[in-house]
């Protein structure tokens, strides 16, 4: 999962990016108005953290030029305001959830995978593909109810086809899914077709058919078509 944590109090951002760190999550960070409407005018997330006050700006105007631009990214909006109207007008806009500080680390998480699960998977904890099964939770790859080993990053690659499936993925997309936004300055990704070579293995030699299709010049999708 590739999280952007839009906060700028220091500690409590760099707290975020350690937690979800820990569990092989993906985590940039931008702690002004500015610095956030960079990043998300170049590149995509699965969740948005947004704090309302910045120094420089409005988190508010984010979400609506979010929304104004049809990004499918999950929002979750953290404030110290505890305020009807801002949470209102948030949610109104376009916020999937609201979470007020101070909040522990622990609910922050879990706000956060019920919004994934909503956006992505509908709402489950088990995501089902033909013969493929995952428990998200438990981070654990099924293949004819038979358990697979997956390193973390072949892990978030399958995660990333299957909420994609039926869609074309590129490599440069692949990349700072899995990498971070800092990846596109590599001179190549032929490091891209090394985990999907690998995750195809795995879940061939357990009985599942190929479902990872390379498409020229584009790159790759999930697709039992």
């Known amino acids: 999962m590739k999280i952007l944590i839009i906060e700028d109090e220091q ?3 760099e707290s975020i990016v350690g937690y979800f760190s820990e569990d092989g999550n993906i985590c940039e960070y931008a702690n002004s108005y500015s610095a956030a409407m960079a990043k998300v005018s170049l ?3 699965d969740c948005i953290l947004l704090d309302i006050s910045l120094p420089d700006g409005n988190g508010l105007d984010i979400l609506k030029y979010l929304k104004q631009q049809d990004n499918q990214a999950g929002i979750l909006i953290i404030s110290a305001k505890n305020s009807l109207d801002d949470k209102l007008t948030g949610l109104d806009i376009g916020a999937d959830d609201y979470l007020v500080k101070p909040f522990h680390l622990s609910e922050l998480k879990a706000r956060v995978m ?4 909503r956006k992505s998977f509908n709402g489950s904890n088990i995501m089902v593909f033909n013969e493929i099964t995952i428990d998200m939770m438990a981070k654990e790859v099924k293949v004819n109810n ?3 080993k ?3 990053k072949e892990y978030m690659l399958l995660m990333y086809f299957l909420a994609n499936k039926g869609k074309v993925v590129s490599k440069n997309a692949i990349a700072e899914h899995l990498w971070g936004d800092g990846i596109d300055i590599a001179d190549n990704f032929d490091f ?6 690998n995750v195809r293995k795995k879940l061939e030699e357990a009985g599942c058919k190929d479902y990872i ?3 020229y010049g584009m790159g790759y999708k999930l697709t039992d078509q």
């Open 11 to 13: 500690g409590l951002c």
């Open 43 to 45: 590149y995509n997330y």
């Open 114 to 117: 019920a919004i994934i699960r």
């Open 146 to 148: 038979n358990s697979l």
């Open 150 to 152: 997956f390193t973390r």
């Open 192 to 197: 891209i077709y090394s985990h999907i070579k």
């Open 213 to 215: 299709k390379a498409t």
